[in-house]
Structure formats: C-alpha cells, structure tokens
C-alpha cells in the first residue's frame, strides 16, 4: 500500500510522463492506427458498392451499432474496475470469478443480439426503410457474440493494467475487416451481384476480424493463465458480483447507447420522409433532376393511381394499406420508391464518412483530457487543472476550425476526388453544410470529456439527449420539404451539436473555476480558419478555370468540364496552399502559446523554433 500511496508523487514529478498527450499515447497511437486502417476500408468500399450499397452498408450498420453498445458499452468498464480492485488486494480466485461471470453475461447478451439480427432482419430492415440492407444485418449477426466475448477478455487484460492485448486486438479485427471486407465486396461486384449483396460481402469482413481477434485474445488469456500461481481467497457470491458488475455497467450503456440509438431512429425517420416527399409531392423531384432519372418512378406511379378510384389522395398511408393488402402495383412502386431513397441517402452516407474524419482525430485529445486534468485535480491543483482545460480547448478549436471551414469550401471537389462512384454534385453540397457540424461537434467532445474529468459524469449525456431529440425533430420536418429534401439531413447536425456545445459550455463557465475566457479562445483560430478558407477557394476556383476544357455537344452547345485528374490537381493545391496559409497565421496571431505547447511531447522545443513567448 505504501508503494502504490507514492506512484502519483513519482508520476508528478516526472516531467517526460506528465505531458499532455503522455499519459494516453499508447492509447491514442491504437486508436489512431485503427481509425486509418478504417479510412482506408470505407473510402475504396463505396466507391466499389456505389451509392444504394452505401445506404445498405450504413442502415444494417447502425442496427449493429445499437444492439453492439448494448451488448458491451458497460460491461468492460465494469470488468476492469472490478478485476482491478480485486488484483490490488492479491484476490485471484475473485478475479476469476469475475471474469467468468463477465463472460456468461457477455455470452447472454450477445446470444440474443444475434438472435434478434438473425431472425428478426427483415424487420429490423423495414424499421430502418431499407429492406435491401437485411442481407448485411444477418451478415453481422454473428459479430455480435464475438465482440461481447472480445469485450470480456479486453476487460480482463484491462483489469490486469495491460493495455497492449487490447490494441493489438483491435488492430487486427480492423486489418481483417479492411483485406476480407474489401476482398469480398469486390469479387461480389465482379461475380454481378446487387449492390445489397456486395455490401453484405464487406460487411462480413467485419464479422471475420471479430473472430481472428477474438481467437488473439483467447490465447492471450490461455498463456497468461498458465503463468498464474495458486490462491487462497474466497471470492463473492455470484449474485454479489453480478449486481456490482451491472450497477457500473447499466448507467454507462444507458448513456452510451443514447448517441446510436438516436443515429438509427434519425437514419430511419430522413429516409423514409424522403419516399413520402417524392411520393406526395412531386415538385421535389426538380431538387435531383440534374442527377436522377425519374421515369422509372413517374412510370410506377401511374400504374399505381389507375388501380385508385378517381380522386384518391396519394399519401404514403394510402400506399402502406395497399401493401398490406398485397396489391403488386403498390408493391412495385414501394420498391422503386426506396431504390430512389437509397441512391439519395447513399449519397448523404458517403459525405458522413469523410465527416467523421475530423471527430476520429480528436480521438487522441479527448482520450488524454480525462487523465490530465483528473490528475491536476487528485493534487489538489485547480489552476493547473484549469490550465489543461484551457489548452486543451485551445488545441482542439485551432484543428476543429480549419478542418471545418476546409470541408465546408471544398465539399465538392473533395467528394469527387474521393468517391468518384458517388454523385458530387449531391454529396458535396451534403458534406460542406456537415463541415460546419465539425466546428460544433469536435469542440462538444472535448467539452464532454473535460466535463467528466471534473466528475460530472452524466451531465454530457443529458446534454447530448436533448440535442438529439432537436437533430430528430428537425429532420423530420425539413427533409420533406420540396425545396430542401436531403440537403435538410445535415441541418439537425449543425442545430443538435451547435446546442450540445453551448450547453455545455455555459455548464463549464459555471462548474469550472479559472475556466478561459471562450471569446479569445475561439477568436484567432476562427479568423485564421476563414482567411485559410478564402485562400483555398480562391486557388481551386483558379486553377480548375485554367484545367477546364471546352466541347461541343451534339445541340451545338458549348459544355465546360474537369477532369477527373483537373479536379485532383486544384483540390489538392487548394489544401496545400491552406495548411499553409492557417500555419503561418496561427504563429502570426498567437493563437497558440509555449504554455500550450509545452503539455505536448516536445512542445518546448516547438516553442523555441516557432519563437513563442
């Protein structure tokens, strides 16, 4: 006891261990290296299962990703902690004990996650108004049992202070996803299957990497059992250890599982508002003219009405009733209906996967705020643990301000560079109004992580609930709208996460002594974020004027395109000279300090050469 009452006067003193980032790198590197095997996967992924694949690959993801949260948000937590307290006192029969009830519990749940998925796809697909994502839904359903084992065991190596099983697990479950996903989803689109089916395919390298992964951390545990000696503890009762193990698990999967279930329920609302505008209205179809061909649609529709009695009103209730009653017209258009829903939405999934970039980034700063400022705080140093804050949201705010601003000028040429399958002049538009987001929901996640670190553990979760009940409300009134449609999705984005950050932000200028002063904070990285935008909109509009050619059509019209290369060229020139410009003006403005820098690995010697006071 005497040595572990000295580690944290030993940790303080130590001035390498004490950085920013230091005490969290192991885990920010894994995080980091896991993200990128991910951009990797899904970039190549949509551009070989295309628009109405990316729509099936997203909705049976989301269903994953819910019943997932439910099966291990918490439990792991709970594992850990207990097999922690239980190591610390030299209980090893307890911490057996433990872990086999863990695994039970595990095991319980994610037999019957798999069994809702398996059995229940066609359902589950119907909820999310995409019936051709239920081949991807049962593709992942075996994934479910393996992940709640992998969380038992990760929670055990966790509970042990081994991080490394861990990482190395998720590395490869990644690896797996990226070779067989990718590998699969090919040879279905070659072999001439559907794109549902070929998201399927890449959907069950996911399920493979959860069973390489899981056999990892099976030997992991065999090896490091047989080191293990004989003990004389008597553990809890197995009733004492479930109720501990649920009273930590429970409130942490009920908080986790607020964001994916809101995901689902958002996901299903905009895309079946989207089947109702462009069934009960047409004049939204002028929206998507330039991209979308209707004839398939007009046709459907026609048949349908002459099977009506004259003067029906054409409403998707009306349409839902004919289906029931198996009328085939009704069933006929219901199918090219959500055809023309998935080829939308597709489109909409695609920009959110180049979104979530800049939040997976942040992966590292939020996972090393918590431990920072704890720390600060254990020693009874307020300023210093306001100190931390203060920079922490100072380094997040100067990469959230760019990285948004960049999405929001280049949504277009970005798109087209990246996902030339999808439809730019749809998806671009999508993606700068989702770049706007990025300010928002970056800064909210650091907010939320410095909010837990002070011990306000469910406040963050609450906040993100009312946000997101703003997100579904929003979207399910705009995206209907003739005049707006899809382009409304991102909307609920920009209102729910500007909200969460506010919210959070008033709480922290009230919980929080010696907070920073918010207006400084946020002023320089966003000046110097929108002369670096205006810079990146002035090269790309330069050069892809000098890189367009000229042709004339069969009507004797001139018609001006990029090329795929014209494009690729002023994008990427765009970017360079941005970086550039938003380098030179945050050193210039000061908009970071030697005292910011100086909680990063090496930031004294950065400071020196950036000449900072």
């Known amino acids: 006891m005497a040595q572990h009452s000295h580690a944290p006067r030993r940790v303080a003193r130590s001035g390498k261990q004490n950085t920013f980032f230091g005490g969290a790198a192991i885990l920010a590197v894994g995080i980091m290296v896991v993200k990128l095997i991910g951009m990797f996967y899904k970039i190549p992924l949509i551009n070989i299962i295309g628009e109405q694949g990316s729509a099936d690959f997203g909705n049976a993801y989301n269903i994953y990703a819910v019943l997932l949260t439910v099966s291990t948000a918490g439990l792991p937590v709970a594992v850990s902690k207990l097999v922690s307290e239980a190591n610390a006192t030299g209980r090893q029969n307890q911490v057996r004990r433990v872990f086999r009830l863990s695994l039970a519990l595990f095991l319980t749940l994610g037999v019957l996650s798999f069994l809702i998925m398996s059995f229940g796809s066609a359902q589950l697909a119907g909820l999310m108004n995409d019936d ?68 399927a395919g890449a959907i069950t390298g996911v399920t493979v990497g959860t069973i390489v992964a899981l056999a990892y951390m099976l030997l992991n545990y065999l090896l490091g059992r047989s080191r293990e000696g004989l003990a004389q503890d008597t553990p809890d009762s197995n009733g004492t250890i479930v109720k501990n193990l649920l009273m930590i698990a429970v409130p942490i999967t009920i908080s986790s599982s607020m964001v994916g279930i809101v995901t689902v329920i958002d996901s299903s609302l905009v895309q079946g508002q989207l089947q109702r505008a462009l ?62 829903s998935r080829t939308l939405y597709g489109n909409y999934n695609g920009a959110l996967n180049i979104y979530n970039l800049p939040t997976s980034l942040m992966a590292a700063i939020t996972a090393a705020v918590i431990p920072a400022v704890s720390g600060t705080l254990a020693r009874r140093d307020r300023k210093g643990a306001s100190r931390v804050a203060g920079s922490a949201l100072r380094i997040s705010a100067l990469l959230a301000f760019p990285m948004g601003v960049g999405l929001y000028v280049l949504g277009e040429p970005i798109m087209a560079l990246i996902f030339p399958s999808l439809t730019a002049q749809l998806a671009g538009p999508l993606l700068s109004t989702l770049g706007l987001a990025t300010v928002f929901v970056c800064m909210m996640l650091v907010c939320n992580s410095i909010l837990q670190a002070y011990g306000f553990v469910n406040l963050p979760v609450i906040v993100m609930l009312a946000g997101g009940v703003v997100k579904i409300v929003l979207n399910y009134n705009v995206v209907v709208l003739p005049q707006v449609g899809i382009y409304g999705a991102p909307l609920g984005n920009i209102c729910c996460f500007a909200l969460c950050l506010i919210l959070d932000l008033i709480v922290m200028s009230r919980v929080i002594p010696g907070r920073p002063k918010y207006i400084p904070l946020f002023a320089k990285p966003a000046a110097a974020a929108a002369v670096m935008g205006l810079g990146a909109w002035a090269v790309h509009g330069l050069l892809a004027k000098l890189l367009t050619s000229s ?63």
């Open 551 to 613: 042709a004339v059509n069969e009507a004797g019209e001139t018609v001006y395109t990029l090329s795929k290369m014209g494009n690729a060229v002023s994008t990427l020139a765009a970017i360079l000279v941005a970086v550039v410009i938003y380098g030179v003006l945050v050193i210039v403005l000061r908009a970071i300090t030697k005292e910011d820098l100086s909680l990063m690995p090496k930031g004294e010697k950065i400071a020196q050469i950036l000449h900072l006071s």
């Open 132 to 199: 051709q994502a239920a081949p991807g839904i049962r593709a992942l359903a075996p994934a479910v049992i393996c992940v709640g084992c992998l969380s038992a065991f990760r929670g055990y190596a966790q509970g042990h202070g081994n991080m490394a099983p861990t990482a190395v697990s998720q590395i490869i479950e990644a690896l797996c996803k990226l070779v067989v996903g990718l590998g699969l989803a090919y040879w279905l689109v070659k072999a001439g299957a559907d794109q549902s089916h070929a998201a």
């Open 279 to 340: 069934l009960e209205n047409r004049d939204c179809w002028a929206l998507y003219q330039d991209f979308m061909s209707f004839d398939k649609l007009d046709s459907a529709l026609k048949a349908w009405q002459a099977t009506l009695p004259e003067g029906s009103s054409i409403t998707m209730s009306l349409l839902s009733d004919q289906l029931d009653q198996g009328v085939q017209t009704a069933a006929t258009l219901h199918d090219v209906l959500e055809e023309a």
